[in-house]
């Protein structure tokens, strides 16, 4: 099973070179050219100095003057080879990257909620950023690399037999000992890698965390603390980088004496056979020559293992983070939903989350006419928003049915079910960008008539107008710019300009002042006219008005009724009311 897991994995690697099969011949060919051409340039050494030299002097002068044009020549030929290899090649191994890049990131967006529950968002960016840097580094100088490495060292080698069959087996005795030592440090190096790729990725997980928060951090003086949190984990790279090198260092330090032990058996061997008048003075010179173009493939060869290594390792993150199947997907035979009513209905619902073993929800049955708008309250960790993310099927349901319209909602594609539901949540996310483009995500073919009229019924349209550049005001990284209450209001105009039948608000005004409140509040009931409502409320001055009131506990629904109803029986209702206003 293992075997197969590679293969497939191996497949797919190469399945990324399809798109790009002209560019990819293309850079083997002028690899293969640029390659023979360095075979070529000793062989014309050897025949000037073994011939050619001997020739009438006029003659010889010629042909020297002719020669040393072709291997000008040859050199301008590759230099052209090395700079289409280095541009053209370059370009191919980016764009690959950014297919695995659109991969990836695609894939992010299909996993669920109950993933990023267990995910630091920098470890996540790593693999993205750093890891595709190296495997692109592998997809472009790979096959490269390979296909010089060995044109050039057996070609040589075929040369060097020619030349002298006894100085070449000299030659190539030290090569198996070579890569023997080679093998034994690549695996070393392999787990070395994959340890820097991890500490890298805690390193831009802690730099996320401590950035993102940097408000809170200077509100409690606590840079130094961050400070120490980020050495330590600078600390920690350090210390696996330092392995890494060392492993590095051996590997390159014991190669770096065999190519050169290669270059002294020569020079020994070719030394003994000239006393002997087993080889001519001129061969030997050639036989030098060619050393330097024996030896090099095996470097390079060398330091493809390296390069192997890296790309390897940041595959094999890459592929991890591919192979999680995304856990809340569309059923087979899932339909578009269509535009939807509003009727919801729980039948017997219980759900947990990933490694708990106690339910938030236990066997809950309830149903929401279309229009109608309830509130859900009760203390914290009840499962008041839980129960409010089963609906869009953020989490999904253990066990039980939940139905929109008499449909179940699992036979309905996802995005065609959250189309139909609007969230308004009490932390307001909002996009880097113009207030114009945060408006617009709810609804991205929008006119901006309909933009400006979703933000007069979110009573933004005001505040929008008196910001510098009104509509086209960028609002920075998560809205900063903007006061609380503004940005709930451009994210209340998000979800008037989507229009949905279902709406869920969760706890969207508790975090605002009073003023802010009452205008935000407005907005809520505005929008929430003729549509099924779900709010979630921890102040319960808001939901005075609602048509059905839930009071949540451990055991599922304690109490339902209007708010005067609730207050009437005296129970938890009028116990949560009383210990509010006192």
Aim: aromatic letters at 10%.
């Amino acid at each position: 099973m293992d075997q197969q897991k590679k293969i497939r994995k191996w497949k797919k690697f190469f399945s990324y070179y399809r798109p790009y099969l002209g560019m990819f011949t293309a850079d083997m060919i002028f690899a293969l050219v640029g390659a023979g051409v360095t075979l070529v340039i000793p062989l014309i050494v050897r025949y000037i100095t073994n011939e050619v030299v001997y020739m009438v002097p006029d003659e010889a002068l010629r042909k020297i003057l002719m020669l040393a044009l072709l291997m000008l020549g040859l050199v301008l030929v590759e230099a052209a080879c090395n700079f289409f290899i280095a541009s053209v090649g370059h370009v191919m191994g980016a764009k690959m990257e950014t297919d695995m890049r659109t991969e990836i990131f695609a894939h992010y967006q299909k996993l669920s909620f109950s993933f990023y529950d267990n995910q630091k968002v920098g470890q996540l960016m790593s693999r993205v950023t750093n890891d595709l840097f190296e495997i692109t580094e592998l997809f472009h100088h790979g096959p490269e690399d390979i296909v010089i490495s060995l044109i050039k060292f057996i070609g040589s080698f075929i040369i060097l037999v020619n030349i002298n069959v006894g100085l070449a087996i000299a030659a190539f005795a030290v090569i198996p000992v070579m890569f023997v030592y080679a093998l034994y440090f690549n695996k070393k190096m392999k787990r070395a890698f994959k340890r820097n790729r991890a500490r890298i990725a805690d390193i831009n997980s802690q730099l996320e965390d401590s950035l993102a928060g940097i408000r809170v951090v200077k509100s409690f003086g606590n840079e130094e603390m961050e400070k120490e949190k980020f050495d330590e984990g600078n600390q920690n790279f350090l210390n696996s980088k330092r392995k890494a090198y060392y492993c590095m260092a051996q590997y390159h330090a014991g190669l770096g004496a065999f190519t050169t032990l290669i270059t002294i058996v020569v020079v020994v061997a070719g030394a003994i056979l000239l006393t002997r008048d087993g080889i001519q003075v001129t061969d030997l010179v050639t036989f030098l020559l060619y050393i330097n173009t024996y030896t090099e493939p095996v470097k390079k060869l060398i330091n493809f293992t390296e390069q192997f290594q890296n790309g390897a390792s940041g595959y094999d993150r890459f592929i991890e983070i591919l192979s999680v199947e995304p856990d809340i997907q569309d059923e087979p035979g899932a339909k578009d939903a269509g535009v939807l009513k509003g009727d919801v209905s729980f039948r017997d619902v219980s759900f947990r989350y990933e490694e708990s073993t106690e339910d938030v929800l236990r066997n809950l049955s309830l149903d929401v006419k279309a229009g109608e708008y309830v509130a859900l309250v009760g203390s914290s960790g009840v499962g008041k928003s839980t129960l409010c993310s089963l609906i869009p099927r953020f989490y999904e349901a253990t066990s039980g049915t939940i139905a929109i319209d008499g449909k179940n909602i699992k036979n309905m594609t996802l995005k065609s079910l959250r189309r139909n539901i609007g969230i308004v949540q009490q932390d307001v996310y909002l996009f880097a960008g113009t207030v114009l483009d945060n408006i617009r995500y709810g609804k991205p073919d929008a006119t901006d008539e309909e933009i400006l009229e979703a933000a007069k019924n979110a009573n933004a349209h005001e505040f929008i107008m008196s910001l510098p550049e009104g509509y086209n005001t960028d609002i920075g990284q998560r809205g900063v710019k903007l006061s609380g209450g503004q940005k709930q209001r451009l994210s209340l105009a998000r979800v008037f300009l989507k229009n949905p039948p279902i709406l869920i608000f969760d706890e969207a005004t508790s975090a605002l002042d009073n003023e802010s409140e009452r205008v935000v509040q407005e907005s809520l009931e505005r929008l929430a006219k003729n549509r099924t409502t779900f709010v979630i409320a921890h102040r319960l001055s808001t939901i005075r008005n609602a048509e059905r009131i839930l009071v949540l506990t451990e055991n599922g629904i304690e109490e339902t009724g209007t708010h005067q109803e609730l207050l009437s029986r005296e129970g938890l209702y009028a116990h949560l009311y009383q210990m509010q206003f006192q």
